[in-house]
């Protein structure tokens, strides 16, 4: 089991940056993966951006690509997602997500239904 807690979310205003933060507790060495995924009221679950916890290789969405950077820091199991340019549409609920080793998510890095699991989630709203 993977315990996952999110933090970081607020409101600012477009153009402005904050850093979300996934603090990983439990059998963390057995997840390949961990990424950081929204969903706005209405809308399914989408993948923002991805980390390979070995190699460091990193996924992006297309709508976030040169805005946003994910990061970890493997001393502190804690996995960052540094968002900057934030624009109205990216106000959304943010997930934090880890698997549990069975390695898709190596292929499907932005896709959830690799991931095992789920932080509580954490607001990003972002103001025009």
């Known amino acids: 089991q993977v315990q996952l807690v999110g933090s970081g979310g607020g409101s600012v205003q477009s153009g402005g940056s904050l850093r979300l933060s996934c603090a990983a507790s439990g059998n963390t060495y057995s997840s390949n993966c961990m990424g950081w995924f929204r969903q706005a009221p209405g809308k399914e679950r989408e993948g923002v951006a991805a980390i390979t916890t070995r190699g460091g290789s990193t996924y992006y969405a297309d709508s976030v690509k040169g805005r946003f950077t994910i990061s970890q820091d493997n001393t502190k199991n804690t996995v960052y997602l540094q968002m900057n340019s934030l624009k109205p549409e990216d106000t959304a609920m943010y997930y934090c997500?880890?698997?549990?080793?069975?390695?898709?998510?190596?292929?499907?890095?932005?896709?959830?239904?690799?991931?095992?699991?789920w932080g509580q989630g954490t607001q990003v709203t972002v103001s025009s």
């Open positions: 997500a880890a698997d549990s080793g069975r390695s898709r998510c190596l292929s499907y890095p932005l896709t959830r239904y690799y991931y095992n699991y």
